[in-house]
């Protein structure tokens, strides 16, 4: 599995940097020449895998450290989120409750057309209220409407019949 370099950071470029000088410097013609001419190029070659699998397990440990911390920073955060959202929700509740509190104290205004229907109790069945007078009446009975003989008017003021 490859090493993600991009986790590790400046350490972990400098661990990589450092393993691939010493490939390098192990894999020289001078160094390679020696071992060539001992006949022991099976020495250099397990050299080599040495050098890589102890490189390689450095930055696998490197990088398991640093996905740990990374964890451990990741559930930090949330547990903040959480307190966070958690204050905020307690903030709201409580702002309700004190606009509702408030709200219940403030006695709000009614008009005086719903107060009068409020006050009055309901006609019994078979009758109906009286617009102008507010009074039950029957609902069957005939309604005359008095008019006022010729050469009269009725008077707004006083509601009676007066000469012209």
């Known amino acids: 599995m490859p090493i993600n370099?991009?986790?590790?950071?400046?350490?972990g470029?400098?661990?990589h940097k450092e393993w691939k000088a010493e490939l390098s410097s192990h894999g020289k013609y001078s160094n390679k020449n020696k071992y060539f001419k001992n006949n022991?190029?099976?020495a250099w070659h397990k050299k080599e895998k040495d050098i890589n699998a102890h490189?390689?397990?450095l930055l696998k440990e490197m990088e398991k450290k640093k996905e740990a911390e990374k964890k451990a920073l990741e559930v930090l955060r949330k547990e903040a989120d959480k307190k966070i959202k958690?204050?905020?929700?307690?903030?709201?509740?409580?702002?309700k409750e004190k606009r509702?509190?408030?709200?219940?104290?403030h006695v709000p205004r009614r008009?005086?057309?719903l107060a009068k229907k409020r006050r009055t109790p309901r006609c019994s069945n078979g009758t109906h209220r009286n617009q102008t007078n507010g009074r039950c009446?029957?609902?069957n009975k005939p309604k005359t409407r008095k008019r006022c003989p010729n050469g009269t008017r009725k008077s707004k003021k006083t509601g009676s019949c007066v000469e012209k």
Do not use: P
């Not at 204050?87 to 509740?93: C, I, N, P, V």
């Open 5 to 11: 370099l991009g986790i590790l950071g400046r350490e």
């Open 13 to 15: 470029r400098n661990l």
């Open 40 to 42: 022991n190029m099976d």
């Open 55 to 57: 490189y390689r397990t």
């Open 86 to 95: 958690e204050a905020q929700q307690l903030k709201r509740r409580l702002d």
């Open 100 to 105: 509702q509190l408030e709200l219940n104290k």
């Open 111 to 113: 008009s005086t057309r």
């Open 137 to 139: 009446e029957d609902k």
